[in-house]
């Protein structure tokens, strides 16, 4: 069986496979390396995510992932008293979520590698005409997110990951280095574009390079087709079939 | 565990996961419903495909995959005599170990839903350009494989799953009905464009969809977030969880 990777979080990692997305291009990356599984769940924030913890990543599993990445907070971080609100929590509450999401993974496999990222900084105006297009006259007057609450959420993700001596990726600070990151990396103020999608991916794969899971060191599955002896074919599948 | 839906194939299934992919948009489609697993293998031909399959398809597998893509044949029609001669295996033998592949995966599971596709046509002309770019003056002459045989072959696989009363794509001869098929759907005379793969794409997910297996009736793996109650999650945890 190939390795796992699996990447879990909110839509920004459901969406990951759609053209141009992060998640797909790993799957590239590691094509016949690992196999990379999408765990995005739309709308869900990290109290909801404790939830499907021992659903998706059961302890007694022989064969744990070798690497997950963490990717919520978008959702924790809509505002109370805003359209939102239902999927609001707390800053430190989500902090102690994401502990505990990272213990259980830990505990499912000492090894696993895993990777924190942050929620991306979030475009209000983008997030106003989004609303606007979809309900007219009728949008929120009130953003239900703002970029400055989501960066204390991104602080939070930053400080367990080097509490806990983790690798993390402060998408929230990285995105806003890039003039025009508004709608170069945002579709709707929240979302990622192509481009956005670009930056997690080559940030994602600069930590797994970094770690031992560098896709270009990793073995094929099975034989390389230009090792293959067409007289004797079965050689080659001896050799390095496990 | 979500079911499977394995990709089986060559470096057209391989490379199905690369920026508007057939294959990241089916997991696209599918997300929180299926995994759509990539098992393509470049370069392979139906004689050393059968190597693999005991590996990737166990028979002692206690959850095989709900539906599989077979789509090989284009490194089968490679011209004997020819720079590429070592991938060609003879058009009997293809249908032959294509019956194989078949027979195999219904013995892992008999309601395992097969989609047979034939390889995509050859602009033989592209072929000797993609060539030409790569080693200049010292390309080959003579096409190492042609668009007529490589339809001899997708007739075989055609027959075949008549035979074995399976769905099937004839990609071949679906392609050339398009004016403008040679750049418009080939990248280099043999690999897939992005229009290329949404072809793959929708024929595809047209057999899931007629079959019982269609994304948009599918269950989601766990509560939508519109349906978490906010006061009380674990409700909606407790009815939909398995």
Redesign the interface.
Known sequence: MRPQIVLFGDSIT??S?????W???L??TY??KA?V??R?????NT??AL??LH?LFPLSSATPPVAATIFLGA?DAALSGRTSE??HVPTEEYKENLRRIVRHLKECSPTMLLVLITPPPVDEFGRKEYASSLYGDKAMELPERTNQVTGVYAKQCIELAKELDLPSIDLWSKMQETEGWQKKFLSDGLHLT?EGNAVVYREVLKIFNDAWLSAPEMPYD?P???V?D?KN??KA?QQQ??
């Open positions: 459901e969406q496979f759609r053209a141009g997305g998640g797909a291009s799957a590239d094509s016949r196999d599984v999408n995005g769940y739309g709308g869900y109290r909801w939830f499907l659903h959702n239902r999927q192509a099975f390389h087709h230009s293959i067409e074919p079965e599948f079939c496990f």
